[in-house]
């Protein structure tokens, strides 16, 4: 068997991108402001649901990367965080797009970054999970063959 090779879980563009949507969410929540963007084209419980949804992925990517337990378990909430990053800054990029057209291209390119960023993580964790999978599937072979349990 080759070296396992997961990649960091400490990557600092994410780290910032998930603490500021946490803050983001709670502010939202909290001062009862929302982007015009997002209260023209959402309903109301879509925009909490946004909200909520920016305040989970944030606290529950952290809480993945910083997970002091087993490697598999902080990357899977990592993996569902990042995932559901992706879907939220789509919908807000959707939604800029769509109420402000060309006058938010400075604003939808970096929101759009973001989600671009987020499903490329997501992905890279996809491939780490899957090779954890493997290394761990060789070493309980490893362990049969050679009569321990």
């Known amino acids: 068997m080759g070296h396992l090779r ?3 879980r ?3 563009h994410e780290v910032a991108v998930l603490a500021a949507a946490a803050v983001c969410g709670v502010l ?3 001062l009862d402001v929302r982007p015009l963007s997002v209260q023209t084209s959402m309903p109301v419980p879509i925009q909490v649901a ?3 949804g920016l305040i989970a992925v944030g606290l529950g990517g952290l809480l993945g990367i910083l997970w ?3 490697l598999s378990t902080g990357l899977g909430l990592e993996l569902a965080s990042v995932l559901v990053l992706g879907t939220i800054t789509g919908m807000y990029a959707g939604a800029l797009v769509v109420m402000s ?3 938010s291209i400075a604003a939808t390119s970096f929101v759009a970054a973001v989600t671009v960023g987020s499903l490329w993580r997501a992905g890279q964790i996809a491939v780490d999970l899957r090779r ?7 070493v309980s072979c490893v362990q049969l063959e050679a009569g321990v349990t």
């Open 101 to 103: 057209g060309q006058q």
């Open 50 to 52: 946004w909200e909520l």
């Open 28 to 30: 939202m929540m909290t």
């Open 132 to 138: 954890l999978a493997r290394a761990y599937e060789a």
């Open 68 to 70: 002091p337990g087993r």
């Open 6 to 8: 997961i990649r960091s």
């Open 10 to 12: 400490h990557q600092p």
